[in-house]
Nanobody, 124 residues
Framework: VQLVESGGGLVQPGGSLRLSCAAS????????MGWYRQAPGKQRELVAT???????NYAHSVKGRFTISKDAAQNTADLQMNSLKLEDTAVYYC???????????????????WGQGTQVTVAS
């Protein structure tokens, strides 16, 4: 199973970015996908999650500015980030809670599937 993020970059305060995460491999079912972020010197924190049923959860700091969406057929989850602030600067990681078969035929399940991260820098 592999999660690949894209869409990070440099943006001015007040600007927008859209992050995308694609899950690939022999996936059986994705229960939820989410975005987390880690700023320098800080712990990784939840940004937003979305379940297979479409239920969403957001960190208080991004409510009303960020929107998470998914495409179940493509196994993707996007994060639309608007009205970006300096404090949104971080490495953003995609996470998935899923079940899958490994290439070796082993059944795997759980929440510990992460992408490599994509840098988002908000600066003037």
């Amino acid at each position: 199973v592999q999660l690949v993020e894209s869409g990070g970059g440099l943006v001015q305060p007040g600007g927008s970015l859209r992050l995308s995460c694609a899950a690939s491999g022999r996936i059986i079912h994705i229960t939820s996908m989410g975005w987390y972020r880690q700023a320098p010197g800080k712990q990784r924190e939840l940004v937003a999650t979305i379940t297979s049923g479409g239920d969403t959860n957001y960190a208080h700091s991004v409510k009303g500015r960020f929107t998470i969406s998914k495409d179940a057929a493509q196994n993707t989850a996007d994060l639309q980030m608007n009205s970006l602030k300096l404090e949104d600067t971080a490495v953003y990681y995609c996470n998935a809670d899923l079940t899958a078969w490994t290439e070796q035929g082993t059944y795997v399940a759980g929440k510990d599937f992460w992408g490599q991260g994509t840098q988002v820098t908000v600066a003037s």
